[in-house]
């Protein structure tokens, strides 16, 4: 079975370009040419110069002593959280910003959940003299307030979304309408594995250098290529793409994807997709969704602005449906349990979404010889004002 997507735009029976017909020179535009910009010694050149030397790749690959004594089994942390603005988001802008200038695009629009996208965005704008606008639900404004200063500091105008739950799904409408009024000098650059085709293989090949590094930090750490368990968490799923992504056709190494399970699973306040979805259109693409019996899309729920999209990425769905990657769910409590963890145990603060994936290595079942590598997809600085209010940290 293949993991990757075929030339229709599918991983299995997910995926393609379900899109209003007034977007369709745009995705065809983007279609046409990604592979072959991406595949230019110019581009590649420029693309590896600016990962090296502006958003500070390599990323380490932390052995995590304390951790790994604690579950009994040898735990890596792949440190995205170390890159420039703090996550794996800017892997991804730094390569589609590169590719909207060979396209002739001179306005940039974005959507963002927790700002990591949209300070990625923003700040790769400001790099290259481009006008940058970022779409943003009114609630996470209010819950990510320094990313929004930091946006607006970098230059980019904030555009709140006000419809709906007024979070991620609904700042993806607002631009996608924005796509439609403004097609010939607007580039739409989506920070998840989700959307139309050709967006969610895109964006999980920028992200590949995730598990390329993997790949030979662990051979030069353990003498092998493969651990035995890659997690991460998932919302839309661009970390966790790039995570897994050099290990797709390597059955023995096993993928765990981590969602939010909000208040719990059963209570109505959840984003666990893979448990609560049905296959649906969402966003341009056929994926696995939380809907209503009449197809209405259920408004997610997680303490993560990050993690609380509807949806998932067509791969994730794909690798889900055919049983290829294991997928957990985690509470807000467990998560923020864990950011205790590792915060105490190994000096690392991490974001909220992050800890989801941190929250759930009690339940893989790794032995003492097993090798977990687990990305850190990002920093906790973000957070800091939920953690205050969730923690009692005066005295401590």
Known sequence: MSYNVNEKGFYGKFGGAYIPE??????????????????????QEELQGLLRDYVGRPTPL???????????????LKREDLNHTGAH??????????????????????????????????????????????????????RQAPN???????????????????TLKDATNEAIRDWISNPLDTYYIIGSVVGPHPYPDMVARFQAIISEEIKWQ???KEGRQNPDYVVACVGGGSNAAGAFYHYLDVPEVKLVAVEAAGLGIDSGESAATSVLGKIGVIHGSRTLLMQTEDGQVTEPYSISAGLDYPGVGPLHAHLYDSKRAIF????????????????RLEGIIPALESAHALAAIHRIGAKPDDIVVLNLSGRGDKDLTTYLNRFDLNGK
């Open 148 to 166: 929004v200063a930091r946006m607006k500091m970098l230059g980019a105008k904030v555009v709140a979304a006000t419809s709906g739950s007024k």
């Open 328 to 343: 957990e769910s985690v509470t807000d409590d467990e998560a923020l349990q864990a950011v205790l963890e590792l915060t």
């Open 22 to 43: 007034m977007l369709f020179p745009n995705v065809e535009e983007l279609r046409q040419n990604y592979l072959q910009i991406m595949q230019e010694p110019e581009f």
């Open 62 to 76: 932390y052995f995590a002593k304390r951790l790994s004594e604690k579950y009994n089994t040898k735990i890596y």
């Open 218 to 220: 662990l051979q030069e």
């Open 89 to 142: 988001k800017i892997n991804n802008t730094v390569g589609q910003v590169l590719l909207a200038k060979r396209l002739g695009k001179t306005r940039i629009i974005a959507e963002t959940g927790a700002g990591q996208h949209g300070v990625a965005t923003a700040t790769v704008c400001a790099l290259m003299g481009l006008e940058c606008i970022v779409y943003m639900g009114a609630i996470d404004i209010e």
